[in-house]
């Protein structure tokens, strides 16, 4: 769904840039919330994980093809702030690097696939978790039914921008009915590569999963006929070996890794949801040439190598790189400056005769 130039006009191109601009500066102050030692380098995994998904298209239906969004993915894992920074940094590493994404769009980018993504789907996530038993299940559950519902609901957030900012005289009616309702068949894939995502992380580490924390449900004791909490034992030591995320963040890469180097050679070549409906529609008609056109990475492939193969592999290895890189740097500097403000305002940092 990556909204290239030319589809919404130069002033609202500039609104949706100042709104996603004030909604990363708001995910960069709650991040410091949710993001500490262990998550920090884990919400840059994530970035590159969904970085590498995003380059694997699968066919939908009538010669278009579909990729996750990742909003879903990245609130329930890491957080809502968090994931709206996850989100955001695919966005720019794919508009500068790769082509992908107009650069004058990339307000709107940001506003559609990480805002309302990770907003809609964290809402609705929260929402069942707190109706549905306190399980491992219901978390898997909820992933599903919020990725499935966040991907058709960016498809109206574009269509709502397109009515506000589009440069073509279209039927707003159909183009909102088109977009909807293969964003829908979309979003199943979506939610399939969600649920089972997060399903896999839960089974090895379930206390790295932001929104499966406190779903453990109280040990119950029957007492003279009736329930009652039974008491809290001690915590047992763990290792610092077995708390450290590293053999997850090791396995994470190697996959993202084998997904853009290898699996995304096998992707659907059919034009995803919005390309299709634009093709159909004639919102493509004022479409402009990426300003990176001539990135040498420009198009998931590096300039200069004739073979496909090669070509498309190593640049989505070259991309899982730059993301996790530039992720966990952008995670860790917030994770220090919060670090930095505890102990400035730790009673130890006051002096005795302040």
Excluded at 22 to 43: M, N, Y
Excluded at 83 to 96: A, D, T, W
Excluded at 278 to 284: E, N, S, T, V
Aim: with cysteine; hydrophobic share 55%; proline share 5%.
């Amino acid at each position: 769904m990556h909204v290239p130039d030319g589809f919404i006009n130069a002033p609202v191109s500039a609104v949706a840039g100042v709104v996603a601009a004030g909604a990363v500066a708001v995910s960069l102050r709650g991040a410091r919330r949710e993001l500490d030692e262990r998550t920090a380098p884990l919400a840059g995994l994530v970035a590159a994980f969904i970085f590498a998904v995003q380059m694997l298209n699968f066919p939908v239906a009538a010669g278009t093809s579909g990729h996750l969004l990742g909003g879903a993915l990245a609130a329930i894992l890491v957080g809502p702030y968090t994931g709206v920074l996850c989100v955001s940094v695919v966005l720019l590493m794919q508009g500068i690097l790769f082509a992908d994404g107009g650069l004058t769009a990339l307000g709107v980018n940001i506003t559609i696939m990480a805002v309302v993504t990770t907003v809609v789907a964290y809402a609705v996530f929260r929402g069942l978790v707190k109706v549905l038993p306190r399980k491992r299940r219901s978390v898997t559950v909820s992933a599903f039914v919020a990725a499935l519902v966040s991907v058709p609901a960016a498809a109206a957030a574009f269509t709502f921008v397109y009515a506000i900012g589009g440069t073509t005289d279209v039927p707003l009616g159909s183009v909102l009915t088109a977009m909807v309702g293969v964003h829908t068949l979309i979003g199943i894939g979506e939610a399939a590569i969600t649920a089972a995502t997060v399903g896999a992380v839960i089974a090895v580490r379930p206390d790295l999963v932001h929104g499966a924390r406190g779903m453990t449900a109280p040990l119950k004791l029957r007492v003279n006929g009736e329930l009652v909490d039974a008491p809290a034992a001690g915590p047992a030591p763990v290792p610092v070996a077995a708390r450290s995320p590293r053999k997850l963040i090791l396995a994470g890469l190697g996959t993202s890794l084998l997904l853009a180097g290898v699996v995304s050679f096998y992707a659907s070549a059919n034009p995803d949801g919005l390309e299709k409906v634009a093709a159909d529609k004639g919102i493509d008609a004022k479409v402009e040439d990426h300003a990176a056109a001539d990135s040498p990475l420009a198009d998931y492939g590096v300039q200069g190598l004739t073979d496909a193969r090669l070509s498309g592999g190593l640049a989505g290895v070259i991309g899982v790189g730059v993301t996790v890189v530039a992720g966990t740097g952008i995670f860790w500097a917030v994770r220090r400056r919060r670090a930095g403000e505890a102990e400035a305002t730790s009673p130890s940092s006051v002096p005795e005769n302040a």
